[in-house]
């Protein structure tokens, strides 16, 4: 493989810059490599100032005022436009009342053209007649933009806002440099890490397909829903005291029952699961807007039988997930050889995680509920996401044209068994 410096950059790009900006032109306006987040308002907003605090977070970062371009002899080239060139970042609409959503999708939808537009741009939606009411929507293209960078961004906003409408200057721009925070992070890797992260990465190459049903006509994506699946009490006290005793996390507990579920489901021995890793390894990267988020295969080996087995492959697999935040997938697809096009490469299931908060805004005076819009269509086949708060909460996204609702309720049901039977082969182990 390639030497291990170069791997996190793709044709000058950030590898995960670089790989929304292909999916971008592979397929327009995919829903997989955008994010939209709209709030419901309640209470007067202005506009100027809005638009102002909108101005001040993206001349704060870099990454949002990043055009990408094609340059034939020399990759992509990445022009940064200057804080006062980069256009209106908010579009105000009036409405009539209660017509509003067909506005929302228009715009959550629309394409960017990363060449010429900046890749964010927000909506105010205001109703004629309803003094005090709308909605607010910042739609953001995963080239500059990731999970973590929501609450970055939405955290900047409120304070430049509430400066704003007080008579006060916001708060004053210093830049964040993305590339050179994602450069600085690769050069802090010992050498040691560097070949590590290059044998987990070759211990990838030639992983099947889990063997999901075959789409038929072939289709790069498709439509999404998902099933709802509930954790009882007694699930989450088993959960939570294998965790303890095998001295890992309740993580640990669940993807290990994932794993034997989609194996019992398929009848595949041999796959990966896709663990999706924030990528931030520095302090310096905790406060800036960019795309740092990468996928990490976990690979699985092993019959039913063995829920040790699964259990020490999850818990070395998420141990090096921790550890490296990354990985080289363009090297570990091109030396696996011919796959089938029209599976998602090396991962046709992912194992979401996190914490069960809101995305929180704050205008002055005014009241925002995030309201969370499920994207209706994906490449992706097969995801768990799971939610950790009060309590565990789960679902399974899946795609309909390979999964039909009664076996994605079968599968839901098989994950709920394993993750009992998982917490009790911990709990009933004499050796502990």
């Known amino acids: 493989m390639t030497a291990p410096a170069s791997v996190r950059w793709l044709a000058g790009l950030p590898a995960p810059q670089a790989r929304y900006w292909f999916a971008e032109q592979m397929s327009p306006g995919s829903p997989d490599a955008m994010d939209s987040f709209v709030f419901r308002l309640s209470g007067p907003v202005d506009p100027t100032a809005l638009r102002r605090s909108l101005r001040n977070v993206v001349c704060r970062h870099n ?28 579009e105000v609409r009036h409405t009539d009342p209660g017509a509003h959503e067909p506005v929302l999708r228009e715009f959550i939808a629309r394409p960017f053209r990363l060449d010429r537009d900046i890749p ?4 105010l939606v205001v109703p004629g007649d309803v003094p005090g009411q709308g909605h607010f929507v910042v739609s953001a293209h995963h080239t500059a933009f990731d999970g973590w960078s929501a609450t970055v961004f939405f955290s900047e906003l409120s304070d430049a806002y509430r400066e ?7 708060p004053p721009c210093r830049t964040s440099d993305y590339r050179q925070v994602w450069r600085d992070q690769s050069e802090a890797e010992t050498e040691t890490d560097q070949q590590a992260l290059m044998e987990w990465a070759r211990e990838l190459v030639g992983v099947p397909d889990l063997p999901l049903p075959r789409v038929s006509p072939p289709a790069a994506s498709g439509a999404l829903r998902e099933k709802s699946v509930a954790l009882g009490t007694r699930h989450i006290g088993l959960i939570a005291g294998a965790a303890r005793l095998k001295a890992t996390t309740p993580n640990a ?10 194996r019992s489901l ?11 890793v924030s990528g931030r390894t520095s302090l310096a990267s905790t406060t800036i807007i960019g795309c740092f988020v990468s996928v990490a295969p976990l690979r699985f080996r092993g019959s039913d039988a063995d829920v040790d087995s699964d259990l020490d492959q999850t818990i070395a697999g998420l141990a090096r997930a921790l550890r490296f935040q990354f990985m080289p997938l363009e090297q570990v697809v091109s030396e696996s050889g011919p796959r089938d096009p029209h599976r998602t490469p090396l991962c046709q299931a992912a194992f979401v995680s996190q914490e069960q908060t809101d995305l929180t805004l704050r205008l002055a005076d005014v ?55 998982v917490a009790r082969s911990v709990m009933e182990d004499p050796s502990r």
């Open 63 to 90: 990454a949002l005022r990043s055009l990408i371009r094609r340059e034939k002899s020399r990759g992509l080239q990445v022009t940064v436009i200057e804080p006062g060139d980069t256009g209106e970042v908010l």
């Open 120 to 123: 964010v741009r927000a909506l």
């Open 164 to 170: 704003l409408v007080h008579g006060n200057p916001p």
């Open 253 to 262: 507990i669940l993807l290990t029952a994932w794993v034997r579920a989609l």
């Open 266 to 276: 398929t009848g595949g021995t041999d796959f990966a699961v896709a663990l999706p």
């Open 367 to 421: 009241e925002c509920v995030h309201i969370p819009r499920l994207k209706t269509e994906s490449a992706f086949e097969l995801t768990l996401e799971v939610w950790f708060g009060g309590e565990i909460t789960a679902r399974i996204r899946h795609r309909v044209d390979v999964l039909d609702d009664q076996r994605a309720t079968l599968l839901a049901d098989l994950w709920r068994s394993e993750v009992e039977t």
